[in-house]
């Protein structure tokens, strides 16, 4: 018979700390409402950091790219490959929609990316899409 007791007490004085928590609740919606406040300011800078975070990474993303292309499809392209230096090939890769995931088919950076990288195995079949042609269209 003890143990359910002790069981009632623990219980009792759980729901006891909870109503304490109830009374900071009032507190905490004030500290909420300027915490939303400062979130709503705050997701005008996050959004200002995310732009920049995304510019700072796209960067590298499209050196990237563009050196893999150059390395790789500029040859095996010839005369179809579409830029005569890095500097247009990293501004038309700065235009390129950002998916987010990996993609295949579809107008973005990461289709792009992942056929110049498969052209490491096949240029004949990935070079094309790496530019833009096939499956990596607008």
């Given at each position: 018979?003890r143990?359910p007791f002790?069981?009632?007490f623990?219980g009792?004085?759980?729901?006891?700390?909870?109503?304490?928590?109830?009374?900071?609740a009032?507190?905490d919606?004030?500290?909420d409402?300027d915490?939303?406040?400062d979130?709503?300011s705050?997701a005008?800078?996050d959004?200002?950091a995310?732009?920049?975070?995304?510019?700072?990474?796209?960067?590298p993303?499209?050196?990237?790219?563009?050196?893999?292309?150059?390395?790789?499809?500029?040859?095996?392209l010839?005369?179809?490959?579409?830029?005569?230096d890095?500097?247009?090939?990293?501004?038309?890769?700065?235009?390129l929609?950002?998916?987010g995931?990996?993609q295949?088919?579809?107008n973005s950076?990461?289709?792009r990316?992942?056929h110049?990288?498969?052209?490491?195995?096949d240029a004949?079949f990935h070079?094309?899409?790496?530019?833009g042609e096939?499956?990596?269209?607008?």
């Amino acid at each position: 018979m003890r143990d359910p007791f002790r069981l009632l007490f623990v219980g009792l004085f759980a729901l006891a700390g909870c109503g304490d928590d109830s009374g900071d609740a009032d507190g905490d919606a004030d500290s909420d409402a300027d915490t939303d406040t400062d979130a709503d300011s705050d997701a005008d800078s996050d959004t200002d950091a995310d732009s920049d975070t995304d510019s700072d990474t796209l960067g590298p993303r499209c050196e990237a790219l563009c050196d893999c292309l150059f390395e790789i499809c500029q040859s095996e392209l010839g005369n179809e490959f579409p830029w005569v230096d890095h500097a247009t090939c990293i501004e038309d890769c700065r235009a390129l929609p950002v998916a987010g995931s990996h993609q295949e088919d579809g107008n973005s950076l990461e289709c792009r990316e992942y056929h110049c990288n498969a052209a490491r195995e096949d240029a004949g079949f990935h070079c094309p899409h790496a530019i833009g042609e096939a499956v990596c269209v607008e």
